[in-house]
């Protein structure tokens, strides 16, 4: 499915803007160890890590990339565990928005029929590091169904996905944050700005650092959002940051 979707986004793009390079990364090829909980990437950075695999790879192959594609099968209603494992062990950009102004889409596949829990699983990861998530589709493959037989029965949604991803990397679309990225962000500015056992960490002094504990502060960069969409945004954050002590 994801080839498919490369093929459209080369055709568009070719089109469009220019030829992209497209470089794929399979994460079952990679060596990512277990995430044993120790902290040093949120208190001290992943460089940290005890772990020295090809994570770090991983996460600068990222961030020389224009978009991203993210694709995971679904295995019990979620992620497979690759992919979690994944998740997990970038869990340090969770509390620091690296990626911003970076556009993804999200892609599973099923054998059978399955929920929106894996697409959520990895939008809700992929936003709090920063991206801005251009669409999403959820295919049902089957084992054994060939690639022509998923383009006939996908091609709208593989031209429709493709098509977004590439018009939102030419208008920017990265630079215009939701809703839900203004709440986001206020939720973790009022826990960052109430911390007490934290002070000392990378990540307190990273928000510290870019200026984002001043409660003049709306978001991680400037925006011409409307002040109406803001300000929503910060009550609702706000109220939802009394549940995160």
Same mark, same amino acid.
């Given at each position: 499915?994801?080839? &498919? !979707?490369?093929?459209? !986004?080369?055709?568009?793009?070719?089109?469009?803007?220019?030829?992209?390079?497209?470089?794929? !990364?399979?994460?079952?090829?990679?060596? /990512?160890?277990?995430?044993?909980?120790?902290?040093?990437?949120?208190?001290?950075?992943?460089?940290?890590? #005890?772990?020295? *695999?090809?994570?770090?790879?991983?996460? *600068?192959? /990222?961030?020389?990339? *224009?978009?991203?594609?993210?694709?995971? #099968?679904?295995?019990?209603?979620?992620?497979?565990?690759?992919?979690?494992?994944? &998740? *997990?062990?970038?869990?340090?950009?969770?509390?620091?928005?690296?990626?911003?102004?970076?556009?993804?889409?999200?892609?599973?596949?099923?054998?059978?029929?399955?929920?929106?829990?894996?697409?959520?699983?990895?939008?809700?990861?992929?936003?709090?590091? $920063?991206?801005?998530?251009?669409?999403? /589709?959820?295919?049902?493959?089957?084992?054994?169904?060939?690639?022509?037989?998923? =383009?006939?029965?996908?091609?709208?949604? !593989?031209?429709? /996905?493709?098509?977004?991803?590439?018009?939102?990397?030419?208008?920017?679309? %990265?630079?215009? #944050?939701?809703?839900? %990225?203004?709440?986001?962000?206020?939720?973790?500015?009022?826990?960052?700005?109430? @911390?007490?056992?934290?002070?000392?960490?990378?990540? +307190?002094? +990273?928000?510290?650092?870019? $200026?984002? &504990?001043?409660?003049?502060? =709306?978001?991680?960069?400037? @925006?011409?959002?409307?002040?109406? =969409?803001?300000?929503?945004?910060?009550?609702?954050?706000?109220?939802?940051?009394?549940?995160? =002590?």
């Amino acid at each position: 499915m994801v080839s &498919l !979707i490369e093929g459209e !986004i080369t055709q568009y793009a070719k089109n469009t803007v220019k030829s992209p390079v497209i470089e794929k !990364i399979f994460i079952s090829h990679q060596q /990512i160890l277990i995430c044993r909980g120790c902290r040093k990437c949120f208190d001290k950075g992943e460089n940290e890590c #005890p772990l020295k *695999d090809d994570l770090l790879f991983i996460r *600068d192959e /990222i961030f020389n990339a *224009d978009a991203l594609i993210v694709s995971s #099968p679904v295995y019990v209603e979620d992620v497979n565990g690759i992919m979690k494992n994944w &998740l *997990d062990r970038m869990a340090f950009y969770c509390h620091r928005s690296a990626f911003l102004k970076k556009n993804a889409i999200l892609v599973t596949t099923s054998g059978s029929g399955s929920s929106d829990h894996a697409l959520n699983t990895m939008k809700m990861a992929l936003n709090t590091w $920063g991206f801005y998530i251009s669409g999403k /589709i959820k295919c049902r493959t089957g084992a054994l169904m060939t690639p022509s037989e998923m =383009k006939a029965k996908y091609n709208k949604k !593989i031209k429709g /996905i493709a098509k977004k991803l590439v018009d939102d990397f030419v208008d920017q679309s %990265g630079e215009k #944050p939701t809703f839900w %990225g203004f709440v986001v962000f206020k939720v973790q500015q009022r826990y960052w700005q109430k @911390t007490i056992n934290y002070k000392d960490t990378l990540d +307190y002094n +990273y928000w510290k650092d870019n $200026g984002w &504990l001043d409660s003049r502060s =709306k978001y991680y960069f400037k @925006t011409q959002s409307s002040g109406i =969409k803001i300000t929503t945004a910060r009550f609702v954050g706000s109220f939802f940051s009394l549940f995160f =002590k």
